[in-house]
């Protein structure tokens, strides 16, 4: 089935990068765009940019501007998130989105924790 | 920037109608969706396109529109329905897109 199978939990220091996948099984990744959504913990979500991965175009929120790369492997189906520059704040679950009518997001996956600490 | 507003609790007993309002400080012409997300999981789409509701959705789930405001519909709230709700938009002059800060709803 239509499904998106994200990384594991990571760790960082503050400062680190971290580099987070979402690979697409049941359709073909480069015919829906793809966003990335992230949720503090008990706070609510909040958007991150979106890649269309037939031609790699991106756009950032400007809140992440500079600090954020999406990227994809189209022959192995993975959307990635690259996050730079890592605070505590950026602690978070990340989620990546797969784009459905309208501007709607309609199949999400799991979800990755991103946490960071000293 | 675009901003949508959602209160940030509503309760309702079991069998009631739930209302959880989405109010824009725009008029960006630009379709409302519905989210449900209940803890420790990932957020699922309620509505689309302000009214349309995805395969799989039960029919007590609907949206409305009003002006500026927008509002999911929960007919015959369950015990199961309990999470937190999110609207969302985007602004396709500047391709962004925004979320409201969600609503918990509780089920007495």
């Known amino acids: 089935q239509v499904q998106l199978v994200q990384s594991g939990a990571e760790v960082k220091k503050p400062g680190a990068s971290v580099k987070v996948s979402c690979k697409a099984s049941?359709?073909?990744?480069?015919?829906?765009?793809m966003h990335w959504v992230r949720q503090a913990p008990g706070q609510g979500l909040e958007w991150m940019g979106w890649?269309?991965?037939?031609?790699?175009?991106?756009k950032y929120s400007q809140k992440f501007q500079g600090r954020v790369t999406l990227t994809r492997d189209t022959s192995a189906s993975i959307a990635y998130l690259e996050l730079s520059s890592l605070k505590s704040e950026d602690t978070a679950v990340y989620f990546c989105?797969?784009?459905?009518?309208?501007?709607?997001?309609?199949?999400w996956g799991r979800g990755t924790l991103v946490t960071v600490s000293s | 920037s675009y901003e949508l507003t959602q209160p940030p609790s509503v309760s309702v007993s079991p069998g009631q109608t739930a209302r959880i309002t989405c109010s824009a400080d725009a008029l960006p012409n630009q379709y409302t969706y519905w989210y449900q997300q209940k803890p420790g999981q990932a957020p699922i789409l309620l509505i689309y396109k302000d009214t349309e509701r995805p395969s799989g959705i039960p029919e007590r789930f609907s949206g409305s529109t009003s002006g500026t405001t927008v509002t999911l519909i929960i007919s015959g709230v369950q015990a199961e329905d309990e999470a937190d709700y999110y609207c969302?938009?985007?602004?396709?002059?500047?391709?962004?897109?925004?979320f409201g800060g969600g609503t918990k709803l509780t089920v007495l």
């Open positions: 890649m269309n991965p037939h031609n790699g175009n991106t």
């Open positions: 969302q938009s985007a602004d396709n002059n500047i391709s962004s897109w925004v």
């Open positions: 989105a797969k784009d459905g009518p309208g501007t709607s997001l309609e199949l």
């Open positions: 049941g359709y073909d990744l480069t015919d829906s765009a």
